[in-house]
């Protein structure tokens, strides 16, 4: 709508999983689906955003005019796109599922299956997150955390080792949450506050999280 504060704001944002080849035909990936991120850029358009929608291989498709969409498959892909549009961002929120290896070597041609065991060697993806939140200067950076054990306590870890303003913790404990589905079910950490949400669909979520830093965007400028 016209008076929300992110009209004319440009809005970042990752989604989906990355994929990372093994051969000409396999790949190392995971079960992000992209609807999560595909929500808020949905939402941050119908307040106004100009969105810029870096995904990972998925089956949707933007709807929203002011969605710019980039589509991409390796991580390493996905910093090098996400990177160029930092500048310009006012808000960055990180919802991508994005491999943390990536196989050293990709094979040039399909690997045969002559051995009864096969070892792939596997070297560390860059951090989009962090390389992005150490070159901070005036975004607003949001990430998300999915996590299967010491849940609140890896999401503050993250919050502070990645230089974020908030972090929206999803479990994949949790029914309904997470990866895939229609749902999702958040906590919402900043360095402050942590809000405790219910189970509600992706679309809804997305507008709990503009929500959220929207009153933190105005917090700061009237402090
Ligand atoms: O796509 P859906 O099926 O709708 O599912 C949504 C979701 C579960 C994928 C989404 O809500 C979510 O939680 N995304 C982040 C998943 C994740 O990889 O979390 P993480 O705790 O491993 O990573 C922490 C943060 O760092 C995330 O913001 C992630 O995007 C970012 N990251 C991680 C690794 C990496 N190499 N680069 C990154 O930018």
């Known amino acids: 709508?016209?008076?929300s504060s992110l009209a004319g704001k440009t809005v970042l944002i990752t989604a989906g999983p990355t994929y990372e080849a093994i051969d000409p035909v396999r790949f190392i990936g995971n079960h992000s689906s992209g609807k999560m991120g595909f929500a808020l850029a949905e939402a941050a358009a119908e307040r106004g955003a100009n969105v810029?929608?870096?995904s990972g291989p998925t089956n949707l498709?933007?709807?929203?005019?002011?969605?710019?969409?980039?589509?991409i498959t390796s991580a390493r892909e996905m910093l090098e796109v996400t990177s160029k549009y930092f500048d310009e961002a006012n808000i960055f929120i990180a919802s991508a599922?994005?491999?943390d290896y990536a196989p050293k070597d990709v094979a040039s041609e399909k690997i045969k299956k002559n051995d009864d065991s096969l070892t792939i060697e596997l070297v560390k993806n860059p951090d989009i997150l962090k390389t992005l939140g150490e070159q901070k200067s005036h975004q607003f950076i949001v990430g998300f955390a999915l996590e299967t054990q010491n849940e609140e306590a890896n999401a503050r870890q993250k919050l502070t080792k990645k230089?974020?303003?908030m972090i929206v913790l999803n479990s994949l404990r949790e029914e309904g949450a997470g990866f895939g589905g229609d749902t999702n079910r958040i906590k919402i950490i900043t360095k402050t506050e942590e809000t405790d949400f219910p189970i509600r669909t992706k679309n809804e979520v997305a507008k709990d999280i503009l929500d959220a830093i929207e009153t933190r965007l105005s917090n700061n400028q009237t402090n």
Request: proline fraction near 4%.
């Open 163 to 165: 230089n974020l303003d």
């Open 1 to 3: 709508t016209e008076s």
């Open 61 to 71: 498709h933007p709807v929203h005019e002011n969605i710019k969409i980039e589509r």
């Open 97 to 99: 599922a994005v491999a």
């Open 52 to 54: 810029i929608l870096v």
